[in-house]
Every structure is written in structure tokens, then in C-alpha cells.
């Protein structure tokens, strides 16, 4: 049968322990940021660990409204409701007290923590999902956590910042596009983009990196690519007289919202904007499009490339009723599967 945890007023707030006192003092194991002991009714939970900017984990930290976005455990991989994460979400149904401690200083496995205070899962929204970096590469889903604090609890943990939707247009300049290995939550400024005045919205920009753990190099060659050809066709569909933005698309129960490529007003065309035209990358921009396509008022699909195809990938597109446009290097055009 499981203890009771050790009295709460002898735990006071802002107090300092290593990992080896709290489980000395809590029980749970000693790896892991989500630590429910078998000794005692409790699920320690420690933050801190990675850095603000990490991108396999969204950053842990309070919202404007009070509550403590946690994410899961699981460093590889989407992460899954087992185990530890198991634990949290059925903490308050198993008579378990949530503890959240803050790393402050210290090396990994020598950190000292500061007692933040006793934490529940929100009763409406205990969690919900969110992409992020893999370390191997691409990207995965997490679990992150909606936490509310029972009674005071001490100061520490960051602040988010709080989430409004962009302006519905805003201007890029070409100089903002080259900025596009910006690190995440950088906004993008919005300035005019001389005569041709790409109208996007604002949008937060992910650094796009190498594995982490490994020395990050921004693949700039792969942004300024995907965005010089974007400028390039948006340009052209601008001299035909066409209004072109972005669309933010926010998805109910996902926190970060979702920027388009390229969405054609005029037309209602939503395209998805490749720098290769390898199959790979066409199998991403059909699953992009078919996805974004939920939440529009049904746009017609279309991919942009920076070269024609393979036939049996045009004819993939076309079955699927999505237009293949790539660039006619001679004229300075486009051309598409349509003509």
C-alpha cells in the first residue's frame, strides 16, 4: 500500500533540494522529468532541464492566464500516454499529489531545485498535442500539459508569452525572407516588399537545424531556396492581377497555430511551396494540402517546384485534382500540369 507523502508544511515554497533529496525524501527514480514514486502518494515533477530555445521540446513556463504548460516525457519519437506521462494525467484519480520543482543550478546530474508548489491537471483540458523537432530528424508530436497550482506557489518557472492570433496581413520584405533561419518564436517583421508586396501573415519561424545534440547549422540553402521560388511565383501570380496572402489556420485543441505557403484569393488556390521535386517532397505537400484543405473554404490544391516532375508523380498530383507548377527558366514563367 502506498505511504502518505511527507507533510506539506514541512515543505516549504522556494525551497532548495537536489535530486537526491527529493528522492530520498519523495521516492521516484532518479532520471526522467516525470517521477511518480511508489514509496509515497506522489508525482514529482522537475522543469528546467532543456533550453528556452530547444526544438524537440516546447518551452515549459506559465501562460497570462495562469496555468503551467508541461511537456511530456518521451525525448525521441511521438511521445505516448504510458508510463510516467500515464501517471500525471491519472495523478488526481489515484490519490496522488502533484509536486513541481525547478532546476536553478547545476550540471544534468547534479542539479539543485527549487520547490515551485502542488500542482492538479485542469479538469476541462488536462492536455493537448503539438508538433515539435525530432532529434532524428523531421518533426513529432508531444504531450503537453495544462497544469493549475493548488494554493501559492513560488516564482521561477518562465512566462510564455501569451498567444494572439496575427493580423490578418501583414508585408514581408525579401530581406525578412532571408531571415527565415530565424530562431523559434522570432517574429517576423512586417514591412513592404517593394513593388511586388507579398501580403502574408505573421507568422513565428522555427530554426530549421541538424539533429539536436548535434552543432546546429541553420540549412540556409534550403530556406532561401523554398522562399526565393515563393517570392517568384507569388510575384508572377500578382501580374496577372491576383491577390496572394498566407492563411493562419488554427487547429482547435493544438496551441501553434499553422502558416500556409502561398494562398491565391483571387482564385481560392492554397499552394504548397517544395524546394525539390523529389517524391519525398511531393508526398509532404500532398499531405500538407490535404490537411490545410479541412479548414478553408475548399480551395483548390496546387504544388509549386522548382522543376518539372517525374510524369507518374504528375499523374500521382492529378488524380488527386492538385495542380504541379514549376518554373520555365527561359521565359522567367511558370508553367503547369494543366496546360
Given at each position: 500500500?502506498?505511504?502518505?507523502p511527507?507533510p506539506?508544511?514541512?515543505?516549504?515554497?522556494?525551497?532548495?533540494?537536489?535530486?537526491?533529496?527529493?528522492?530520498d525524501?519523495f521516492?521516484?527514480?532518479?532520471?526522467?522529468?516525470?517521477s511518480p514514486?511508489?514509496?509515497?502518494a506522489?508525482?514529482?515533477?522537475?522543469t528546467?532541464?532543456r533550453?528556452?530555445n530547444?526544438?524537440?521540446?516546447?518551452v515549459?513556463?506559465?501562460?497570462?492566464?495562469?496555468?503551467?504548460?508541461?511537456?511530456g516525457?518521451?525525448?525521441r519519437?511521438?511521445?505516448?500516454m504510458?508510463?510516467?506521462?500515464?501517471?500525471?494525467?491519472?495523478?488526481?484519480a489515484?490519490?496522488?499529489?502533484?509536486?513541481?520543482?525547478?532546476?536553478?543550478s547545476?550540471?544534468r546530474?547534479?542539479?539543485t531545485?527549487?520547490?515551485?508548489?502542488q500542482?492538479?491537471?485542469?479538469?476541462?483540458?488536462?492536455?493537448?498535442?503539438?508538433?515539435?523537432?525530432?532529434?532524428?530528424?523531421?518533426?513529432?508530436?508531444?504531450i503537453?500539459?495544462?497544469?493549475?497550482?493548488?494554493?501559492?506557489?513560488?516564482?521561477?518557472?518562465?512566462q510564455l508569452?501569451?498567444?494572439?492570433?496575427p493580423p490578418?496581413t501583414t508585408?514581408?520584405?525579401?530581406?525578412?525572407t532571408?531571415?527565415?533561419?530565424a530562431y523559434?518564436?522570432e517574429?517576423?517583421?512586417?514591412?513592404?516588399?517593394?513593388?511586388?508586396?507579398?501580403?502574408?501573415?505573421?507568422?513565428?519561424?522555427?530554426?530549421?537545424?541538424?539533429?539536436y545534440?548535434?552543432?546546429?547549422?541553420?540549412?540556409?540553402?534550403?530556406v532561401?531556396?523554398?522562399?526565393?521560388?515563393?517570392a517568384?511565383?507569388?510575384?508572377?501570380?500578382?501580374?496577372?492581377g491576383?491577390?496572394?496572402?498566407?492563411?493562419?489556420?488554427?487547429?482547435?485543441g493544438?496551441?501553434?497555430?499553422?502558416?500556409?505557403?502561398?494562398?491565391d484569393d483571387t482564385?481560392?488556390?492554397l499552394?504548397e511551396?517544395?524546394?525539390?521535386?523529389?517524391?519525398?517532397?511531393?508526398?509532404?505537400?500532398?499531405?500538407?494540402?490535404?490537411d490545410?484543405?479541412?479548414?478553408?473554404d475548399?480551395p483548390a490544391?496546387g504544388v509549386?517546384?522548382p522543376?518539372?516532375?517525374?510524369?507518374?508523380?504528375i499523374?500521382?498530383?492529378?488524380?488527386?485534382?492538385?495542380?504541379?507548377?514549376?518554373?520555365v527558366p527561359d521565359?522567367?514563367?511558370?508553367t503547369?500540369s494543366?496546360?
Amino acid at each position: 500500500m502506498m505511504a502518505h507523502p511527507t507533510p506539506e508544511e514541512t515543505l516549504q515554497l522556494g525551497m532548495e533540494m537536489t535530486r537526491a533529496q527529493i528522492i530520498d525524501r519523495f521516492g521516484g527514480r532518479p532520471q526522467g522529468a516525470i517521477s511518480p514514486s511508489r514509496t509515497t502518494a506522489t508525482v514529482v515533477v522537475l522543469t528546467g532541464h532543456r533550453p528556452l530555445n530547444d526544438p524537440t521540446h516546447p518551452v515549459d513556463g506559465f501562460t497570462p492566464d495562469g496555468i503551467l504548460h508541461l511537456t511530456g516525457e518521451g525525448s525521441r519519437g511521438d511521445q505516448e500516454m504510458k508510463q510516467a506521462n500515464k501517471a500525471l494525467l491519472n495523478a488526481k484519480a489515484e490519490g496522488r499529489v502533484v509536486l513541481v520543482f525547478h532546476a536553478i543550478s547545476g550540471t544534468r546530474s547534479r542539479k539543485t531545485y527549487r520547490y515551485i508548489g502542488q500542482f492538479e491537471l485542469d479538469a476541462e483540458q488536462p492536455y493537448y498535442l503539438t508538433d515539435a523537432a525530432d532529434p532524428n530528424g523531421g518533426t513529432r508530436r508531444v504531450i503537453v500539459f495544462r497544469l493549475k497550482p493548488v494554493g501559492e506557489h513560488a516564482d521561477g518557472i518562465p512566462q510564455l508569452p501569451e498567444i494572439t492570433p496575427p493580423p490578418s496581413t501583414t508585408l514581408l520584405t525579401p530581406a525578412r525572407t532571408e531571415r527565415m533561419t530565424a530562431y523559434l518564436a522570432e517574429p517576423i517583421d512586417s514591412e513592404p516588399l517593394g513593388d511586388i508586396g507579398i501580403y502574408v501573415d505573421s507568422a513565428r519561424i522555427h530554426r530549421l537545424a541538424e539533429p539536436y545534440g548535434e552543432r546546429v547549422r541553420p540549412r540556409t540553402t534550403i530556406v532561401r531556396r523554398e522562399a526565393s521560388l515563393t517570392a517568384a511565383f507569388a510575384a508572377h501570380l500578382q501580374r496577372l492581377g491576383h491577390q496572394v496572402v498566407r492563411r493562419q489556420i488554427n487547429v482547435p485543441g493544438v496551441r501553434n497555430p499553422f502558416i500556409t505557403d502561398l494562398m491565391d484569393d483571387t482564385t481560392n488556390t492554397l499552394y504548397e511551396v517544395k524546394n525539390s521535386a523529389s517524391r519525398g517532397e511531393i508526398r509532404t505537400a500532398i499531405g500538407q494540402l490535404l490537411d490545410f484543405q479541412r479548414f478553408l473554404d475548399a480551395p483548390a490544391l496546387g504544388v509549386v517546384l522548382p522543376s518539372e516532375p517525374y510524369p507518374d508523380l504528375i499523374d500521382l498530383c492529378t488524380g488527386l485534382s492538385i495542380e504541379v507548377i514549376w518554373p520555365v527558366p527561359d521565359t522567367g514563367g511558370f508553367t503547369s500540369s494543366k496546360h
